[in-house]
């Protein structure tokens, strides 16, 4: 199915028979990735008694409960009240769902014990652009990312200077394919989170992160239009499912 757009007075068209998946499912094993010091999730199907929800158990239906977290379990998308003491829920704050998205490559740089990613990477990479979303993708990008245990691995992540340059340039939605744009243990300074959503300046309340996403080498950089599909959880995060589609 193609549709027609029209962007900033530029007619665009994309398939929407061609979606590029860019989450990474949530299953109840140890290929699932992991952060947080937490375990893997579960999925298991509800007792009662001797009554089983399973249908290989004798159960009409299949009736699975599922404890996960979404910060730790796979790709989510979380608001600023993932850092505020007032609740603030992404299921409240974001409200439109496609989005004009730049699709970058950057190399973590080390900078003492750690790899980082900087201000001017960022710069680089968007070359004047200023979409919707910005898309961060890092290399290494072996396909394990869909299933690494990363507690304990400080992970690269975003300098406080590149989180502030892309809120400037007016970006209102991060992905990015590690578990958070901040240092594994920063002492909860958050920095690149603050950076990103103003805090507590001038707070972007309509301004999200996703965390936790996978894109394939095999997909170009570029400009997509974004599809940023969310559960409907009244909670600061949410798994969620976002979907790239090629300007044609």
């Known amino acids: 199915m193609i549709v027609k757009l029209e962007i900033n007075t530029i007619a665009k068209k994309i398939d929407l028979s061609k979606p590029i998946d860019i989450s990474i499912p949530l299953t109840a094993?140890?290929?699932?990735?992991?952060?947080?010091?937490?375990?893997?999730?579960k999925i298991e199907p509800v007792k009662d008694g001797d009554w089983i929800g399973k249908v290989s158990e004798g159960a009409s239906v299949n009736f699975n409960s599922i404890e996960f977290n979404p910060h730790a379990h796979g790709t989510h998308t979380e608001c600023i009240g993932h850092i505020t003491t007032e609740f603030y829920s992404i299921n409240q704050t974001l409200k439109n769902f496609f989005f004009q998205a730049e699709?970058?490559?950057?190399?973590?740089?080390?900078?003492g014990d750690d790899f980082v990613i900087s201000k001017e990477q960022i710069k680089n990479a968007l070359n004047g652009s200023k979409p919707e979303a910005i898309i961060i993708r890092t290399i290494p990008n072996f396909d394990t990312k869909k299933s690494k245990k990363y507690s304990n691995t400080n992970w690269a992540y975003l300098l406080e200077e590149a989180a502030a340059?892309?809120?400037e340039v007016g970006i209102k939605h991060l992905l990015i394919d590690l578990p958070s744009v901040d240092k594994e243990k920063d002492e909860?300074?958050?920095?690149?989170?603050k950076a990103f959503w103003n805090y507590p300046l001038a707070p972007r309340l309509d301004a999200t992160i996703t965390e936790f996403i996978y894109v394939p080498t095999s997909i170009l950089d570029g400009c997509y239009m974004l599809n940023l599909q969310i559960a409907s959880f009244?909670?600061?995060?949410?798994?969620?499912?976002?979907?790239?589609?090629?300007?044609?």
């Open 103 to 111: 699709l970058i490559t950057v190399i973590p740089f080390q900078k």
């Open 188 to 193: 909860g300074e958050l920095l690149a989170h």
């Open 234 to 248: 009244e909670n600061d995060a949410t798994p969620s499912k976002p979907i790239l589609y090629k300007f044609i």
């Open 165 to 167: 340059y892309i809120k």
């Open 29 to 41: 094993s140890t290929e699932n990735p992991i952060a947080w010091y937490l375990n893997e999730p």
